[in-house]
């Protein structure tokens, strides 16, 4: 590779990792061809990206606000999963290609500016969406205040059927 292509690769990593704050280092061993162009292509579809890189020319585009513990993880074969948005559906979107398919391993990551090791990975994968978790607050915020209108009505509705029955009897 040359000088000039190797530059711009770091400056392009540099831009990746400052746009997303949230990605994982993945273990693609033994992953064949059509397996990684599947996972392209799942990636794609969601708005994730990945991309296997170098190690050297990915830590010179690693800056310095970065966890040490981070660096460290770049040795062998090393590809990223960029996550802009929803870190946590790239993770059980990775986690259910390395289940079906048993070739990826995550080693770390970033989760939202967090350091994440590869054995708390699985702990990210089975949690829910942010949706998910704002519908789920919400509902809860509103439920004493429907519970609140039910019994409030039912006076009104007792009475209803009250009337109804003796208008039927006369």
Same mark, same amino acid.
């Given at each position: 590779m040359k000088k000039r292509s190797k530059e711009k690769l770091v400056k392009e990593l540099g831009d990746s990792f400052k746009s997303c704050n949230s990605f994982y280092l993945v273990d693609f061993r033994k992953m064949a061809v059509s397996q990684a162009v599947e996972l392209r292509n799942l990636f794609r579809e969601n708005s994730y990206s990945f991309r296997v890189v170098k190690n050297r020319l990915a830590l010179r585009a690693l800056r310095e606000d970065f966890p040490e513990d981070l660096k460290k993880y770049f040795q062998g074969p090393t590809a990223i999963a960029?996550? %802009?948005?929803n870190p946590v559906g790239l993770a059980r979107l990775i986690k259910d290609f390395s289940v079906r398919n048993k070739v990826l391993t995550v080693k770390a990551g970033l989760l939202d500016g967090q350091f994440l090791s590869g054995e708390r990975f699985a702990e990210v994968a089975v949690l829910r969406s942010r949706e998910?978790?704002?519908a789920k607050i919400g509902y809860l915020m509103a439920f004493p205040l429907i519970k609140l209108l039910r019994t409030w009505q039912a006076p009104i509705s %007792?009475?209803?059927?009250?009337? %109804?029955?003796?208008k039927t009897k006369k």
């Amino acid at each position: 590779m040359k000088k000039r292509s190797k530059e711009k690769l770091v400056k392009e990593l540099g831009d990746s990792f400052k746009s997303c704050n949230s990605f994982y280092l993945v273990d693609f061993r033994k992953m064949a061809v059509s397996q990684a162009v599947e996972l392209r292509n799942l990636f794609r579809e969601n708005s994730y990206s990945f991309r296997v890189v170098k190690n050297r020319l990915a830590l010179r585009a690693l800056r310095e606000d970065f966890p040490e513990d981070l660096k460290k993880y770049f040795q062998g074969p090393t590809a990223i999963a960029f996550a %802009s948005q929803n870190p946590v559906g790239l993770a059980r979107l990775i986690k259910d290609f390395s289940v079906r398919n048993k070739v990826l391993t995550v080693k770390a990551g970033l989760l939202d500016g967090q350091f994440l090791s590869g054995e708390r990975f699985a702990e990210v994968a089975v949690l829910r969406s942010r949706e998910e978790l704002v519908a789920k607050i919400g509902y809860l915020m509103a439920f004493p205040l429907i519970k609140l209108l039910r019994t409030w009505q039912a006076p009104i509705s %007792s009475l209803g059927r009250l009337l %109804s029955q003796i208008k039927t009897k006369k």
